[in-house]
Nanobody, 121 residues
Framework: VQLQASGGGLVQAGDSLRLSCVASTRTFSNNAVGWFRQAPGKEREFVASISWNGGMPTYADSVKGRFTISRDNAKNTVYLQMNSLKPEDTAVYYC???????????????WGQGTQVTVSS
């Protein structure tokens, strides 16, 4: 499975962005998918995940109430709607797909290339 993340950009605090993660194969619809981010000098951290059928959305505390993960399996795409962006959301955002239908404690098996999100104050 190859994943292509897009939708990043430079925005101001309070603005919104929607990231997309498109998969190369229809079997993507069987996989749980997550978004992660990595800020300069920091480790990659979990942002949100969603199960194969769009259920069980899970969020990091830092983005709860502001970010929404969703998916359209007909388009092999998972989205991350990011509202009320803050400067601390600045990072490279990656999507990852697990081999399982529901997120597990391990890391995703497949990763996209990352898309830069920069939020100015």
């Amino acid at each position: 499975v190859q994943l292509q993340a897009s939708g990043g950009g430079l925005v101001q605090a309070g603005d919104s962005l929607r990231l997309s993660c498109v998969a190369s194969t229809r079997t993507f619809s069987n996989n749980a998918v997550g978004w992660f981010r990595q800020a300069p000098g920091k480790e990659r951290e979990f942002v949100a995940s969603i199960s194969w059928n769009g259920g069980m959305p899970t969020y990091a505390d830092s983005v709860k109430g502001r970010f929404t993960i969703s998916r359209d399996n007909a388009k092999n795409t998972v989205y991350l709607q990011m509202n009320s962006l803050k400067p601390e959301d600045t990072a490279v955002y990656y999507c990852g797909a697990w081999l399982t239908s529901y997120r597990n404690s391990g890391s995703p098996r497949y990763w996209g290339q990352g898309t830069q999100v920069t939020v100015s104050s």
